[in-house]
C-alpha cells in the first residue's frame, strides 16, 4: 500500500540542443564527459558508443556517423 508521493515539478525547457563528436579512443570521449561534468554542466542526455556499437547503429540507420572512430559522444543539454 502507498501512502504518500512526492512529486517534484521541473519547468519545460524553453531549447533543447543536441550534439554529437567523434573520437579516435573511448578514453577521449570519457576525458570529455569529465569535463563537461568539472564545468558545472550537467546533460539531459549523455550517450556514448563504442566503435563497435557505432559501426552497427550506422549499419542500421545511417546517422552519418563516421566509422573510423573509435567512439562517438551524443549530448543533449536543455538551455
Do not use: N, Q
Not at 508521493?5 to 579512443?25: H, M, Q
Request: charged share 30%; hydrophobic share 40%; proline share 4%.
Amino acid at each position: 500500500m502507498i501512502t504518500e508521493v512526492t512529486v517534484k515539478l521541473s519547468r519545460k525547457p524553453e531549447a533543447v540542443k543536441r550534439s554529437w563528436r567523434s573520437f579516435e579512443t573511448i578514453d577521449d570521449a570519457s576525458e570529455t564527459v569529465s569535463d563537461i561534468t568539472a564545468r558545472g554542466i550537467t546533460p539531459a542526455a549523455c550517450e556514448m558508443l563504442d566503435g563497435l556499437t557505432l559501426r552497427t547503429v550506422e549499419d542500421y540507420i545511417h546517422a552519418g556517423f563516421p566509422l573510423d572512430s573509435g567512439a562517438v559522444l551524443l549530448l543533449e543539454v536543455e538551455a
